[in-house]
């Protein structure tokens, strides 16, 4: 039986209200319908919990991670530093609620670590274990990140943003005392001169700095109009720093094009390792300083492209691909121990941890890697920590719980160390996850997908259906927790969520179906799915709805103008109109050359056809439009392009804008919720 999602969400309001304010509005807060208690529930979305950037200690014994959870009264994310002692013991060790990167020092003594000081800016901190105490190490201006301790245990490198003033390009007259005129026109001249989430970029640069672990004054190692960025990776001996950079001429053109660079401390000096077309990056040594494994490929300009992980010389000669699985590799790092590289990949929706010795043996060590908790179920592995005794520290996560701490030892099975949900999860009943496949329509191709029936699902009984989409499109939904999509089970519907051609981890000529043809026959993909699901007769086909968000609001978009067998649509942060957003996006200096054949002008025909505006005038379905104000990936103006061509036609529409939000529309629990509200509320008011 299909719930009535108003009553959960007013019911919330009512929360939220004081009774005095509840009154003033004329509101009867003593009528609505409780909560079921034993589902997943919109305020629940505060209460979990999830760890995140495990790090294993020198010797092996100790492991500390980051432990996640959400302020309901500011509404934003809270982190804290816990630690998994000798002992097996978790114990609270920084527990302000704003702790940034953690690393530990070389013989792990302390571990270095970025937080507020009373001033709220970020500076560097240093935790001593034998006194159990923090001090401030650095009296930074800008924010620090990456930190690394030198092997020697006498410096940590970091990035960090040097600020660059830019010359007036005009003189105004001076404005008489005590007089307001208007802020100052802002001229601009970069090619990227903005990005989503951070709004209008400060003039400057990411630079490579280095201190005293005993705190000082940093000095800087990089310059030049170029950011820095990355894993930092020292020499054995702490005389130089590996590291990534795109330290090219055109670099602002030719964003993917990075190199490793090496720089002796001594002299600044920077010296080139790798030199091609394509991304090189993640540096990872060998203990010895003899091998240098790093990520990369030769770009081709594809639309979705496989990192390999290569090896060389640490002087960056004798380069060869060390393993190339046909999926993305990310987050090498040596282990003497296992005298190999430990490494992470997705293959089909589930993130593994992988080994590969020098001779080129992968060995698959762990499945289900990931931090997600509270949003849609994407993979995202992290990256695993591994001490000198064989222990490797990394997070898992199944449907059935957010990202949990896990240690794997030599010769054992898998141990889960952290049930951080226990007191949330272990009384209610979660919708339940299945794995399908099913055959596209279009060419047989086998698309992966999943099933989330509702917490009192009766196969015997008709559900109404949400097909929901995953962005990119270059990503991949999975076998991981997510919040988001349970609260849409828990309202009593059955959600379906797939990976149709275009989605990674099943391999570079997969994803590239959609390449220079998105979308492209993503539409008989999520249509074969439908139609398999129908098959197993609990959906009821009059009481089905579709919804995606970023690449998947383009699919809904273009779904709603192909076919009227939805009952309504959500079209959140879309893009509509490919010719608009190609010369709008905050990523418009790579768009037309990996995702079109060119510049808009010269292909103005491509970029219509595969636009959803084209086929506006087929639109009969319900259609809301949600998108947040301040999104520069998939800018506003694409939605509103939609709905006012809706509105002229008189299609049942409503655009809904999320102020504050960027692209990632629901970084804020709140906006979360609000986002889930919306959606249910649309399809319920349209039966």
Request: a negative charge; aromatic letters at 10%.
């Amino acid at each position: 039986m299909k719930y009535a999602p108003s009553v959960i969400w007013v019911f919330l309001l009512l929360l939220i209200a004081s009774p005095t304010d509840a009154q003033e509005n004329g509101e009867a807060s003593a009528t609505a319908k409780p909560i079921d208690d034993a589902t997943f529930q919109p305020l629940d979305i505060f209460e979990l919990e999830y760890a995140s950037n495990p790090q294993v200690s020198p010797d092996g014994s100790r492991i500390i991670y980051t432990r996640n959870h959400f302020d309901i009264m500011s509404d934003r994310r809270k982190s804290d530093i816990w630690m998994v002692d000798e002992q097996g013991r978790h114990l609270p060790l920084l527990t302000s609620g704003n702790v940034g990167a953690t690393t530990w020092s070389p013989d792990g003594s302390r571990i270095a670590y970025v937080t507020s000081n009373e001033d709220g800016k970020s500076q560097i901190f240093n935790y001593w274990f034998a006194d159990n105490r923090s001090a401030p190490l650095s009296r930074l201006t800008q924010s620090p990140s990456g930190l690394t301790w030198s092997p020697d245990g006498k410096q940590i490198a970091f990035f960090m943003r040097v600020p660059a003033t830019q010359k007036p390009f005009v003189a105004m007259p001076a404005k008489p005392a005590g007089a307001t005129w208007a802020a100052p026109p802002k001229m601009i001249t970069k090619l990227q001169y903005r990005s989503d989430g951070r709004g209008f970029l400060k003039e400057g640069y990411s630079q490579l700095f280095v201190m005293s672990a005993d705190g000082g004054t940093p000095r800087q190692i990089t310059s030049g109009n170029f950011n820095h960025g990355g894993n930092i990776c020292w020499t054995p001996d702490s005389s130089a720093i590996i590291f990534s950079a795109n330290r090219h001429p055109d670099s602002e053109f030719q964003p993917q094009n990075s190199e490793l660079y090496r720089v002796n401390l001594a002299d600044r000096n920077i010296t080139a390792l790798t030199d091609r077309k394509g991304p090189d990056s993640s540096p990872a040594l060998s203990s010895d300083g003899r091998l240098l494994a790093y990520t990369g490929f030769d770009d081709e300009y594809l639309g979705s492209q496989c990192r390999h992980l290569y090896v060389m010389n640490s002087d960056g000669s004798d380069s060869r691909i060390l393993a190339n699985i046909n999926r993305s590799i990310s987050s090498p790092v040596w282990s003497d121990f296992y005298e190999g590289f430990l490494f992470n990949f997705t293959d089909h929706g589930n993130s593994k941890l992988a080994l590969v010795k020098l001779d080129g043996t992968v060995q698959t060590l762990a499945n289900n890697l990931g931090s997600n908790a509270t949003g849609r179920p994407y993979t995202r592995g992290g990256r695993a920590s591994v001490g000198k005794n064989g222990t490797i520290a990394f997070c898992i996560t199944t449907p059935s719980h957010p990202g949990d701490l896990a240690r794997l030892n030599p010769g054992k099975k898998l141990e889960r160390l952290t049930n951080l949900n226990e007191d949330l999860l272990a009384h209610k009943t979660l919708g339940k996850v299945t794995e399908m496949t099913c055959k596209s329509s279009f060419d047989g191709q086998e698309i992966q997908g999943w099933v989330i029936t509702p917490p009192d699902f009766d196969p015997n009984k008709k559900y109404p259906l949400i097909l929901e989409i995953h962005g990119g499109p270059f990503s991949a939904y999975g076998d991981v927790f997510t919040g988001e999509l349970q609260l849409m089970a828990a309202a009593g519907y059955v959600v379906l969520y797939t990976n149709p051609r275009g989605s990674t981890s099943y391999g570079q000529a997969f994803a590239n179906e959609i390449h220079h043809n998105y979308p492209g026959q993503d539409y008989d993909d999520l249509m074969s799915c439908v139609d398999a699901l129908l098959k197993q007769g609990y959906v009821d086909e009059d009481q089905m709805y579709v919804t995606g968000g970023s690449g998947g609001g383009v699919l809904t978009a273009w779904i709603v103008g192909n076919t009227n067998r939805f009952q309504a649509a959500v079209v959140a942060k879309p893009v509509i109109n490919w010719y608009s957003f190609a010369l709008t996006s905050d990523g418009y200096s790579t768009y037309h050359k990996y995702w079109f054949p060119g510049f808009p002008w010269d292909h103005p025909e491509h970029y219509m056809e595969r636009s959803p505006i084209s086929k506006v005038g087929n639109v009969e379905t319900p259609t809301m439009l949600l998108t947040g104000e301040e999104d520069l990936r998939t800018p506003i103006g694409e939605s509103e392009q939609f709905y006012q061509a809706l509105k002229l036609r008189k299609i049942d529409t409503a655009l809904v804008r999320v102020p504050g939000a960027s692209h990632g529309i629901a970084g804020r629990p709140s906006h979360l919720i609000a986002k889930v509200a919306y959606i249910l509320k649309w399809f319920e008011t349209h039966p």
